[in-house]
């Protein structure tokens, strides 16, 4: 991008230009002015560019304006040398033209140093402040500071600006929240969905909110400027109610208090598409290769049916990214797509927040670390050197914590395992989820994975799950994992009316939806997982199999159809997000990132 954009600039500079000193001082000022307009393009909310979510051409937004600022500052100090040159600086800079073209110069350097990104991280409310209303001054100054002038371009800015100004307060609503504390770091943010003046069709959209202020001088003076933040809308677009999941920060929110909300904001997912016309969803599906996709006609018209491309995929989520996750989930499972998501959590507390989810949990795992300070040191493993074939359950080297949901003693049990905690220990015969699968097979297959019973089950044990092969919903009591150390064995209980909270124990019990899977630790991606992704079955109790002899562009040789329909989505913060996109472009996966970060 910045080879792109300074060659651009040399050229538009340069042409025609005879190498004289002061056409190309002049041109440098023009060619600053003319990239305006896309500098302002690319800010518009949503995008006016096909299917491209806002968020994703913000690079380009900050690389245009980084050549404005550079060529405006050398328009600067050319034409200051060219006047003290001629002898005439002071005479020709009181002028009020030249005038307004240095306040318009400081703003720009005033806009650049706010812009970078230790600053931004460190005040972004300040940053944006001086952005917005910088770049309203710069465009008035530069108006009566260009000479011939730029009416065109001013026309052009000016129309781009009002008009994000008026879609803004055409989708803007005022609603009565409610606030529900989930943990210390999480909070639950709902409102009706008829709030919303414009209803998603996708689901993981995002909406944009700010605070409604009694006093009407702050009223006024915030939908000026407007400071919004962005967050995800964690319910399905059907639901009656919109929920948010929010992080406990900056963003300060209160139970019954107003607020103000603009969207919803559509996602961006390639591999995702609503439509309800059946010739349509036809054309779409044909060259999808999911031979478990929706075809009942009965189902086409679902709420929960969208047309997806896709035959796997592997979402990667930290903290409260999971608002992405869960209705993604939810929409993949319905739709047959295998699927398996990771939340990477600080807090054992923050469990609390599935119970208000009615959801298909299948295929989520929960790996509780708490050993970093906030939510942005959230980050998942990833050793892109070659790695030895996996060992036996019995080999592991000790490492990370895992937890295992035990429905005989009702606990939580704690084992080694390697960093890469996607397996769950079968030391003792019980385990989370019963797997009726070598029943019914005529051979034996192999697989990866190391959650399914490799023992027949004893008579008691039959009558034990003889009313449902899963567990039902348990109840934990117990202390958050933390930095210093983890409980050895977490209690749960059975009994549902038994978790009646007391002031004592109402921070102890935590219920824990069926088909959810508990670890302590912090996942690994690696070559077991780019296995599941492409469907590679080898056993575990085979290290010979040739099948497991693999490493990353060796003898795991899968074709592009494969490759082509198998997606690794990953969101929250930005270690997390950077380590699990090297994994996927290494394996050459589809990689979707979603994240606000600017």
Excluded at 113 to 136: E, G
Aim: charged share 20%; hydrophobic share 40%; glycine share 4%.
């Amino acid at each position: 991008m910045c080879l792109f954009w300074c060659t651009l600039c040399y050229v538009t500079v340069m042409y025609g230009s005879k190498a004289d000193l002061l056409n190309i001082t002049k041109r440098l000022g023009r060619v600053a002015v003319a990239l305006m307009p896309p500098l302002l393009f690319m800010t518009l909310r949503p995008s006016p560019l096909p299917r491209t979510l806002y968020l994703r051409v913000l690079p380009i937004h900050k690389w245009i304006s980084r050549v404005v600022v550079l060529a405006s500052l050398l328009h600067s100090i050319l034409y200051a040398y060219y006047m003290c040159w001629k002898g005439v600086f002071w005479m020709k800079i009181k002028k009020p033209a030249n005038v307004y073209g240095v306040v318009a110069m400081a703003l720009f350097i005033l806009i650049g140093v706010t812009s970078i990104r230790k600053f931004r991280r460190l005040n972004f409310r300040v940053f944006y402040y001086v952005h917005y209303v910088s770049t309203w001054l710069t465009v008035i100054l530069i108006h009566f500071h260009a000479r011939p002038g730029v009416p065109y371009y001013t026309t052009m800015n000016c129309a781009i600006l009002l008009f994000q100004i008026c879609y803004r307060l055409y989708y803007t609503e005022k609603v009565r929240a409610i606030v529900i504390p989930i943990s210390p770091t999480l909070s639950l943010f709902e409102f009706p969905m008829s709030g919303l003046k414009k209803k998603p069709i996708l689901p993981s959209g995002h909406v944009r909110i700010s605070h409604y202020h009694s006093n009407v001088v702050k009223r006024c003076l915030f939908q000026l400027v407007p400071f919004q933040h962005p967050y995800t809308i964690a319910s399905l677009p059907d639901d009656d109610t919109v929920k948010l999941i929010i992080r406990n920060g900056q963003f300060k929110t209160r139970n019954n208090d107003e607020y103000y909300v603009t969207g919803a904001f559509e996602p961006v997912l390639n591999f995702l598409e609503k439509t309800n016309d059946v010739q349509e969803y036809l054309r779409l599906q044909k060259n999808n290769s999911n031979p478990f996709k929706v075809n009942s006609l009965g189902l086409l018209h679902s709420p929960l049916h969208y047309v997806v491309n896709a035959r796997k995929v592997l979402i990667c989520i930290g903290g409260s990214a999971i608002s992405f996750g869960l209705p993604l989930l939810r929409v993949l499972n319905f739709n047959g797509v295998m699927v398996r998501l990771l939340w990477v959590i600080r807090d054992f507390k923050d469990l609390r927040l599935l119970q208000y989810f009615k959801n298909n949990f299948e295929g989520m795992e929960i790996y509780i670390s708490g050993d970093f300070d906030s939510e942005q040191d959230i980050q998942l493993d990833y050793d892109d050197r070659a790695t030895e074939p996996p060992e036996a359950p019995s080999l592991l080297s000790p490492g990370h914590e895992t937890c295992a949901l035990n429905p005989r003693n009702n606990s939580i049990s704690y084992g080694s395992m390697r960093s890469n905690s996607f397996t769950q220990l079968t030391d003792t015969p019980e385990d989370d989820e019963v797997d009726f699968t070598n029943s019914f097979r005529l051979k034996k297959n192999k697989s990866l994975s190391q959650l399914r019973l490799d023992y027949r089950m004893s008579e008691s044990q039959q009558k034990k799950v003889s009313g449902s092969a899963f567990r039902k919903d348990v109840v934990l009591e117990t202390p958050s994992c933390t930095s210093h150390a983890c409980p050895r064995v977490i209690n749960t209980i059975d009994d549902e009316e038994s978790a009646i909270q007391t002031d004592d124990s109402s921070n102890q019990k935590i219920k824990v939806p069926s088909g959810v899977k508990i670890y302590c630790g912090r996942p690994n991606l690696n070559e077991l997982d780019y296995a599941w992704c492409l469907e590679q079955d080898c056993d575990d109790a085979d290290d010979d199999d040739e099948c497991c002899q693999h490493k990353f562009g060796g003898s795991l040789h899968a074709n592009v159809e494969k490759l082509s329909q198998v997606w690794v989505v990953a969101a929250g913060p930005d270690g997390l997000v950077e380590s699990t996109r090297h994994w996927a472009t290494d394996g050459g996966l589809h990689f979707h990132a979603e994240s606000f970060a600017v």
